[in-house]
């Protein structure tokens, strides 16, 4: 049985020896294909001498967006093995004590490196590749009329649907039209920020609201516009005017006036003990009965706030005219010119008509009161309307004195008839 034992062991380790060569040529067989299909893939770096201490490789195909790799050469003609910059489409610029490194014309088929150094420019295209996509267009969010305005910076004016920019981006001072300007931003006005500082001038879009804004520069006391593309003028902020104050009585009261597209609003208020508070607009344009005061023609674009203080009837009517409607607002309703019956004061009767008017008012009821009669301090203002005056003044006690004044007279006839009888 021992000898059998010693036999399978050693037919197991042959067995084995045998199969360690084949396994291993199986695992590693599939290596060399894997190497070479990756060098096939690669794209060859386009290599080009920018000076005795610098060189570039510059890749850009069909397949692989443009790119560039700065590296320092040695003194022994060996590159270092550290990027010095790099370039492509997402970052363009590269400054390098005072090298200064541009992918132009990034975004197209035929992009160029350029190096700015010692004041001189130097131009080295990269090998044709494809356009990026989309390509860039009037369309682009922030692509736009770039123009130079001095000191290393360009302008990019648009006016699209975001309204009025111009983006101040720095593209150095070989920057020339044509040139790529996607570069650094430096800063950025438009109607909600109209005015910027940078690189030694003073920046101002001005008529930022309307549809032809202009973008003014100003260094060392010279300025220099820009018109923007034409757009669209500002829609306006808000179509309620500025509130205007005015004071229209004794004790404190006033009257903020403001124009809406609903019409004109006044909006009354009195301090003091007798604290109150007052609303007039359109459709409610006539104040208390104890105080004149009212929006005369509401339904006009002009419309204006009539009041009287204290002094008595002939104290004359003070006037105040209504905001206008902010520019670009409209009305919510016909507008008419025409000033309503309602809106009128009334005259006072004459003496000729004294007993039909006061016929009349006794038919006529009186007027429930649909307002807060002010008190505290406003009443020693408060005046009565010209209705009201018409209401309470001699024409009930002439009235009266009539009725006296003819049973008198039939008393005096009757005892004449009687001392005539008895004459």
Request: hydrophobic residues 40%.
């Amino acid at each position: 049985m021992r000898t059998a034992l010693r036999t399978s062991i050693v037919t197991a380790a042959l067995a084995g020896a045998m199969l360690v060569p084949a396994a291993g040529s199986a695992f590693a067989a599939p290596a060399p294909q894997a190497v070479t299909s990756t060098k096939a893939a690669a794209t060859q770096a386009k290599r080009v001498v920018i000076n005795k201490h610098l060189v570039a490789d510059m890749v850009n195909s069909a397949t692989e967006a443009p790119s560039v790799k700065i590296f320092i050469v040695n003194e022994d003609g060996t590159t270092r093995p550290k990027t010095l910059a790099s370039l492509d489409r997402g970052h363009t610029k590269r400054s390098v004590q005072g090298t200064v490194f541009t992918l132009t014309k990034a975004e197209t088929a035929e992009p160029v490196l350029t190096v700015f150094e010692n004041g001189v420019t130097t131009s080295f295209p990269l090998p044709k590749g494809k356009a990026a996509t989309p390509a860039p267009s009037e369309n682009d969010r922030y692509a736009g009329q770039a123009v130079s305005i001095g000191n290393g910076m360009v302008a990019v004016l648009r006016n699209k649907a975001e309204g009025p920019e111009a983006w101040i981006r720095a593209v150095g001072p070989q920057w020339k039209p044509g040139d790529d300007y996607m570069s650094r931003v430096l800063t950025m006005l438009n109607r909600q920020q109209t005015t910027a500082a940078v690189g030694g001038v003073s920046l101002k879009l001005t008529k930022a609201d309307t549809a032809e804004p202009v973008l003014v520069v100003t260094e060392g006391g010279a300025s220099k516009s820009y018109p923007l593309p034409k757009g669209k003028a500002a829609a306006p902020s808000s179509c309620v005017s500025e509130v205007k104050h005015v004071t229209v009585g004794a004790g404190g009261m006033t009257a903020d006036l403001t124009m809406s597209p609903k019409g004109p609003k006044a909006f009354v208020h009195a301090e003091g003990p007798g604290d109150w508070t007052l609303t007039l607009d359109r459709s409610h344009p006539k104040g208390p009965d104890s105080y004149y005061l009212r929006i005369i023609n509401p339904n006009s674009a002009q419309p204006v706030l009539n009041w009287k203080t204290q002094g008595g009837e002939n104290v004359p009517i003070k006037t105040a005219s209504f905001p206008a409607l902010p520019k670009g607002c409209t009305f919510e309703y016909k507008v008419t010119e025409e000033q309503t019956d309602s809106a009128k004061p009334a005259a006072k009767p004459s003496s000729a008509t004294t007993g039909v008017t006061t016929q009349t008012q006794a038919q006529t009821p009186v007027q429930a009161q649909t307002a807060v009669v002010p008190k505290g301090a406003v009443a020693a203002g408060a005046e009565l309307p010209v209705e009201t005056v018409a209401d309470t003044d001699d024409s009930t006690t002439l009235a009266a004195g009539a009725g006296l004044f003819a049973i008198v007279a039939a008393l005096g006839a009757s005892v004449l008839r009687r001392r005539r009888n008895h004459g």
